[in-house]
């Protein structure tokens, strides 16, 4: 559980989070269809977490942050999935929990979480994975790029015709759920409303078909902050909406 989910080539992969005796993970689990079982192909994580971020790129696994025996972290990793060897990339700029990422281009955006020592995180950073997987953690001559921040946290970020949206998520401020899509404009480097949810969602996970958007609810309420926000409960509900902008 509280693990990151991506894909490699056609196969799915889960990336750390916690075991049944709720230890932390360094271990990846791929998804095996013919067999119906989960594999272990690939070498463990240096650095154990849950609740990180992962995404792929080309013959490379990213994961960035999560929290390792309850420390909240900012490093990133690399796996080259043909050597089977990790790399340390360029950390993020803050220490991070539960961060929502997604690509655009080849740009990794992540956004949101939960800081260390601060609180709910409302920060947004880009990095091109190209440089990210090219380039040392030593080499800095690449550094992440800093966006605007958000109104909320939690957010599920989404790619829709390569515009960077943000659906939903918590509302430090009234401490409420959110039912805003927000979406970045890069050419005056802000953020504006693109829509409304039918009903405020907290860390939904949303899935685009055309100009429709499947919207996974997973909403949970914040339990303790000292545990990292644990879910006293969970609503599931599925429903969908459209969205029109402008390109």
Known sequence: MWFAITTIGDKLVLVGGKHRDYSDSSELGEWEPDSNKWTHPFPSMSTPRFWPSATSYKNWLVVACGCSHKVCLQTVEVLDVFNMQWSTGSPIPTLRIRIRSTTIADIWYLIGGWCENVGYCLDVCSLPLEALVTHSSS?????????????STHSC?????GSLL???GWDP??????????RYVPETNTWVEA???PHAVCECTC???SHMILVWEDTMEIADKINYCLPKYTKVTIFYIFLEFEQ
Do not use: C, F, H, R
Request: hydrophobic residues 35%.
């Open 195 to 197: 829509g409304q949810l």
């Open 173 to 182: 401020k009234s401490e409420k759920p959110m039912s805003t899509i927000q």
């Open 157 to 161: 970020p989404l790619n829709i015709g």
């Open 139 to 151: 080499d800095n001559s690449y550094i992440w790029n800093k966006l605007p921040s958000l109104e």
């Open 166 to 168: 943000a659906v939903g």
């Open 207 to 209: 899935i685009m078909t």
